[in-house]
């Protein structure tokens, strides 16, 4: 089955799971007024390197160890939070797939980020390293025997149709810039080829592939569609946008390359990491594009190798 054995169960879930379900919902605070001085046994007592500063239930800031110390080492202990925290914040939002937490913990360095939510900026948990580790064992857990029983068997969809040649076709549209909704056309096509009996492996490279392709359209694109074809030998999606195209493929599918603006990788989008993942993910992907008229995305997945 190609490349079955390279996608896991942990990948696909990190596409699967979102921050908020493995967050930590209870978060240790200070107010922009507390002394610096008095964060020593916060810090002591908790083990943290830092913490976030909330005005109400707003996040307005975070202060870290290394601030601490160095109001520690110019006797300033006496002085406010407000002038010593960080104001820019890197966060996280609770509806964003762990995935996207995973890249921006590699690309930052960073042992924790603030979860806020997306609308109000309120501060609703706290996630680090462990918080994603323990949520996909827990989930693991749950999921292991379900997977184990199941065994391949795909090809009593298409004996039950009489029928010299037999091929499903799926369509699902895909309009750009809608965040609250994008993934929702690779989630719906994984339950349609798990119902269909599709073995675990085969459907998590492609939902994988298909979310990639389907954000795609989403950061870049002014609307798309995505197509399934499901063939008794393989499945093939095909993302078809109308947006401005890809002026240079070969640059596009290096690893960590975006066009993304700035404010779509604060919403946790465009890590560069799309056309990498769906290569990985596919048998066979062709990518062809016009600028200034669109891009069209072909990916096979073999189901007999």
Known sequence: MGKDQGIGRVQ???????????????????????????????????????????AGDRLVGIISIEDFIKCLAKGEMDCRVRTRMTKKVDVLYPD??????????????????????????????ILSKGDIIKGLLKKL?????????????????FEDILADKTTIYLR??????????????????????????????????????????EMNIVVFARKGQILARIHPEYIQVQAVDEGPGIPDIEQAVQPGFSTAPEWVRELGFGAGMGLPNIQNSAD??????????????RITFYLYR
């Open 96 to 125: 964003e797939p762990v995935v996207h937490a995973i890249n921006k913990f590699q690309r930052c360095g960073f042992g924790r980020f603030p979860v806020v939510d997306r609308e109000t900026g309120r501060l609703v948990g």
């Open 12 to 54: 696909e879930l990190s596409y699967e799971l979102k921050v908020g379900e493995v967050m930590t919902t209870t978060v240790i605070t200070v107010a922009p007024d507390n002394r610096v001085g008095d964060l020593r046994e916060l810090f002591r007592a908790n083990k943290m390197s830092g913490t976030p500063v909330v």
């Open 284 to 297: 066979k992907m062709v990518l062809k594009s016009k600028v200034g008229e669109g891009t069209n995305l």
């Open 172 to 213: 699902y549209d895909v309009m750009g810039r809608d965040f609250d909704r994008a993934g929702g056309s690779a989630s719906t096509l994984k339950k349609t080829l798990s119902r269909l009996g599709f073995h675990p492996q085969v459907v998590r490279r492609v939902a994988i592939a298909t979310y990639e392709a």
């Open 141 to 157: 857990e749950v999921d292991y025997h379900d997977e184990e029983i199941h065994r391949y068997r795909a090809s009593h969809i």
